[in-house]
């Protein structure tokens, strides 16, 4: 379409705009209590009433920086460990059993021992939500590095990339699809171990301010957390699809049709199939 507007886009703009319309004329029917249910209008007003304030900036600034730290350490460690177990068996064998217990134990789970621990400051919150990031990024990234063809390694050995060359150029781009597929995961995991982590005791964040304001029974306020919480996620996974997109422009090229001519474009070449 014009102006590089997709269908999809319109239409997922005109679905948006019917859902919020629909709840705006069920809220002001008096059909229900528009105070259980307030309308997107009076949301919006609360929104920016805490937007003047500097209240909503501080709580999402404050749950960004958590969420950013978490699952930036995450990870990493998931990144390592994955590597490093798929490497070398027999470290594997020595502490698959110990990972996979812990992993059967819900991230929430961990809440009032991480606060017992470490309280309810900065800390506690970051290592919940690394911990419930390290999972997926660990399983993928073993799965990811361990099912690499030993016949690339061979082939690229053939030629000169040995030790960490092999690594490097065969080994970490087999395994990236999925590395990149748990990283996508933990984003979403993040945010829920979040909100549970400022839920529990927290002097700032998203969470704690519908937390707040349950106690002081402003659901409007409740509703502007929930938005912001979405926005978030859906923020964080367009930012990361577009950055994978940019930094990794053959990634997914098999999947999506729209993505073979750029790669045709860099290699000079017309790909066959």
């Known amino acids: 379409m014009a102006f590089g507007v997709s269908r999809h886009s319109v239409a997922g703009m005109i679905g948006t705009f019917a859902f919020f319309a629909a709840w705006e004329a069920l809220s002001r029917s008096g059909l229900v209590n528009n105070v259980m249910l307030p309308a997107p209008s009076t949301i919006v007003q609360s929104a920016w009433a805490l937007i003047v ?6 709580h999402l600034g404050a749950s960004l920086l958590r969420a950013t730290i978490g699952f930036l350490s995450g990870s990493v460690l ?12 027999l470290l594997h064998g020595t502490i698959n059993p110990l990972v996979q217990m812990f992993r059967a134990v819900p991230s929430l789970a ?15 919150k970051i290592v919940l939500i690394a911990w419930g990031v390290f999972f997926p990024v660990w399983v993928n990234t073993y799965i990811g590095v361990r099912d690499v063809s030993p016949l690339l390694g061979r082939a690229a050995a053939s030629l000169g990339a040995r030790g960490w060359r092999n690594f490097a150029y065969v080994v970490i781009p087999g395994a990236l699809p999925f590395i990149i597929a748990g990283l996508r995961v933990s984003l979403s995991v993040a945010l829920v171990v979040l909100v549970a982590a400022e839920l529990a005791g927290a002097a700032f964040g998203v969470g704690y301010l519908i937390q707040m304001s349950q106690q002081v029974f402003r659901v409007d306020q409740m509703f502007v957390g929930l ?3 979405g926005a978030m996620g859906f923020a964080a996974d367009l930012l990361f699809e577009r950055a994978v997109r940019r930094l990794l422009p053959w990634y997914g090229a098999e999947q999506a049709g729209q993505n073979v001519p750029q790669i045709e474009r860099a290699s000079g070449r017309r790909i066959t199939k």
């Open 53 to 58: 304030t500097g209240e909503l900036p501080s």
């Open 78 to 89: 998931g990144v390592a460990l994955g590597v490093v177990m798929a490497r070398l068996p």
């Open 110 to 124: 961990f809440v009032p021992l991480a606060i017992f621990w470490f309280g309810i400051g900065e800390m506690s």
């Open 227 to 229: 938005i912001v919480l």
